[in-house]
């Protein structure tokens, strides 16, 4: 009976997980950007700090929206 639990809840968890893991190298992929923000604290260039990390926060935080609202949908079924 536990395995089967396990499964369950792996099935929901496991996706979103990698859909999430997924998104989070596409943003982190660009090393370009890593070299920035390092630049920009060497640099102490706060304003490109944030437009970098404004920018990328704001994509996730839309992910994070759409994921949340996916499962408000399920859940309202």
């Not at 809840?9 to 859909?19: D, H, R, V």
């Not at 660009?30 to 990328?56: P, V």
């Amino acid at each position: 009976k536990k395995k089967k639990k396990k499964k369950k809840s792996l099935k929901i968890i496991f996706p979103i997980g990698i859909k999430f893991y997924n998104f989070l190298f596409l943003l982190l992929e660009n090393r370009n950007d890593a070299f920035c923000i390092s630049e920009a604290l060497k640099n102490s260039d706060y304003e490109l700090l944030d437009e970098i990390l404004f920018t990328k926060f704001n994509l996730l935080f839309f992910f994070l929206m759409l994921l949340i609202q996916k499962k408000k949908k399920k859940s309202d079924k």
